[in-house]
């Protein structure tokens, strides 16, 4: 077995606890250590998942064999923990989004370079069996022409979910709202599987919840550089949600997933595998995170970390790397800009 990768996690929150259970599970990294500023969660952190607590970011960053940092803070705290850790030489993991602005994303990509350190945007959904095999169907061209790609993310969140933290519903840490919160996932894979975006048309509202600067209502119309058109209707304000769903139909072929399942695999020209796709892809997880945050599959997670260590073993780069996730944010801005003004932005 190759060499043990000495990991850290600087947010002692939910997600940082998904990270901590996926580093425990893969045989050749290691937690060496987690911080958080917030008196005893460092500690309650590591007795339940192990490392090191420390409540100095100087003092984690100095920890003997941390070669990896995962950032799992608020969103609009990333650059600073991330900066702070690319200086110290080390890789970075960051969580979704990379960061809440273009400008901000622009300098933690900037800070990887410059200290030549491995920079990936966590976007587990891409790690999926149906979206890596919706992939492979692009790339091999089986949906003819491009024709609609469209993603629908319409989940529940409580009231209660946006005053559990002071954070929460804010511009400037949590960056926005269903759009950029839970809806980013699906603007990636729409990037991912349909190409890069020209065009965003959008229209945003707060319908549901109070106390919270962002909005729980979000539908958006997108022009795609291959011709492409696609639609986007994101919110936190539908009871009980449904599972998130992905649609990439083309000329000569059409795919529905819906979280994890594959609902439709239809292409003009059938091959082999697709009877079989259709029957092992048809019955994954449910809703996922419809209506619980944390109710969302880690294997995506694991797979990410895994494929961030397989970049840093053999010289390459992750598949979703700085620039990649960077992408996300500049899209999701556009369509913010363009709810804001009422106008089409041109990206």
Same mark, same amino acid.
């Given at each position: 077995?190759?060499?043990?990768?000495?990991?850290?996690?600087?947010? #002692?929150?939910?997600?940082?606890?998904?990270?901590?259970?996926?580093?425990?599970?893969?045989?050749?990294?290691?937690?060496?250590?987690?911080?958080?500023?917030?008196?005893?969660?460092?500690?309650?952190?590591?007795?339940?998942?192990?490392?090191?607590? =420390?409540?100095?970011?100087?003092s984690f960053l100095a920890c !003997?064999? %941390?070669?990896?940092?995962?950032?799992?803070? !608020?969103?609009?705290?990333?650059?600073?923990?991330?900066?702070? #850790?690319?200086?110290?030489?080390?890789?970075?993991?960051?969580?979704?989004? %990379?960061?809440?602005?273009?400008?901000?994303?622009?300098?933690?990509?900037?800070?990887?370079?410059?200290?030549?350190?491995?920079?990936?945007?966590?976007?587990?959904?891409? =790690?999926?069996?149906?979206?890596?095999?919706?992939?492979?169907?692009?790339?091999?061209?089986?949906?003819?022409?491009?024709?609609?790609?469209?993603?629908?993310?319409?989940?529940?969140?409580?009231?209660?979910?946006?005053?559990?933290?002071?954070?929460?519903?804010?511009?400037?840490?949590?960056?926005?709202?269903?759009?950029?919160?839970?809806?980013?996932?699906?603007?990636?894979?729409?990037?991912?599987?349909?190409?890069?975006?020209?065009?965003?048309?959008?229209?945003?509202?707060?319908?549901?919840?109070?106390?919270?600067?962002?909005?729980? %209502?979000?539908?958006?119309?997108? %022009?795609?550089?291959?011709?492409?058109?696609?639609?986007?209707? #994101?919110?936190?304000?539908?009871? !009980?949600?449904?599972?998130?769903?992905?649609?990439?139909?083309?000329?000569?072929?059409?795919?529905?997933?819906?979280?994890?399942?594959?609902?439709?695999?239809?292409?003009?020209?059938?091959? !082999?595998?697709?009877?079989?796709?259709?029957?092992?892809?048809?019955?994954?997880?449910?809703?996922?995170?419809? /209506?619980?945050?944390?109710?969302?599959?880690?294997?995506?997670?694991?797979?990410?970390?895994?494929d961030c260590l397989k970049a840093?073993? /053999?010289?390459?780069?992750?598949?979703?790397?700085?620039?990649?996730?960077?992408?996300?944010?500049?899209?999701? /801005?556009?369509?913010?800009?363009?709810? #804001?003004?009422?106008?089409?932005?041109?990206?």
């Amino acid at each position: 077995m190759s060499k043990k990768h000495g990991i850290g996690i600087i947010g #002692a929150g939910a997600i940082g606890g998904v990270h901590a259970a996926v580093i425990n599970q893969i045989g050749n990294a290691e937690l060496l250590a987690v911080c958080d500023t917030e008196a005893g969660r460092p500690a309650a952190f590591a007795e339940k998942h192990g490392g090191k607590p =420390f409540d100095d970011l100087d003092s984690f960053l100095a920890c !003997p064999g %941390l070669e990896i940092v995962v950032i799992a803070t !608020p969103s609009g705290l990333h650059q600073g923990a991330a900066v702070a #850790a690319a200086k110290a030489g080390k890789h970075l993991i960051v969580e979704k989004p %990379l960061e809440v602005t273009v400008e901000k994303c622009k300098e933690i990509i900037a800070a990887a370079k410059q200290n030549n350190v491995m920079l990936s945007g966590i976007f587990q959904n891409r =790690f999926f069996d149906g979206s890596m095999k919706i992939r492979k169907a692009v790339e091999q061209g089986r949906f003819g022409k491009l024709v609609l790609c469209d993603a629908y993310v319409k989940w529940h969140r409580s009231q209660e979910y946006y005053d559990s933290a002071p954070w929460r519903g804010t511009k400037e840490i949590d960056g926005g709202g269903a759009l950029m919160n839970q809806s980013i996932h699906v603007i990636d894979l729409l990037l991912w599987l349909g190409g890069d975006v020209k065009e965003v048309s959008s229209r945003a509202a707060t319908v549901a919840h109070e106390r919270i600067e962002v909005e729980d %209502l979000l539908v958006s119309t997108l %022009l795609f550089e291959n011709g492409a058109m696609g639609t986007v209707e #994101a919110t936190t304000a539908v009871w !009980p949600g449904s599972p998130k769903r992905i649609e990439i139909l083309g000329t000569r072929g059409s795919v529905i997933m819906e979280e994890e399942n594959i609902t439709q695999w239809s292409f003009m020209d059938e091959m !082999p595998e697709d009877e079989e796709i259709r029957r092992q892809m048809a019955g994954g997880p449910g809703a996922g995170g419809a /209506s619980d945050p944390m109710g969302i599959s880690t294997a995506g997670h694991k797979r990410q970390i895994e494929d961030c260590l397989k970049a840093l073993e /053999s010289g390459g780069r992750p598949l979703v790397d700085g620039e990649a996730a960077a992408k996300a944010v500049a899209l999701v /801005s556009a369509m913010y800009e363009s709810a #804001a003004t009422g106008k089409a932005v041109r990206l």
